[in-house]
């Protein structure tokens, strides 16, 4: 069983590899593991709603592309 788990990288960027790996896996029909991960008060806002809304905002980006 082969699973895909291109990730972007907080604040809502994606490196050039993790977009070839999801548009690829897309292709082939194989199921992506795709979570957004931002880290409070490094990666992503201070507070708790910023960071959800920021989290929820990279997880609809993967759906989107």
């Known amino acids: 069983?082969?699973?895909?788990?291109p990730e972007p990288t907080s604040p809502l960027?994606?490196?050039?590899?993790?977009?070839?790996?999801?548009?690829y896996s897309a292709?082939?029909?194989l199921p992506i593991n795709y979570c957004g991960c931002p880290i409070m008060g490094s990666s992503?806002?201070?507070d708790i709603y910023g960071?959800?809304?920021?989290?929820n905002a990279e997880n609809l980006?993967?759906?989107v592309i």
């Open 1 to 5: 069983f082969l699973i895909s788990f």
């Open 44 to 46: 992503g806002p201070m």
């Open 27 to 29: 292709e082939l029909g």
């Open 51 to 55: 960071s959800i809304v920021q989290g």
């Open 13 to 23: 960027t994606h490196e050039d590899t993790a977009l070839e790996k999801l548009l």
């Open 61 to 63: 980006m993967g759906l």
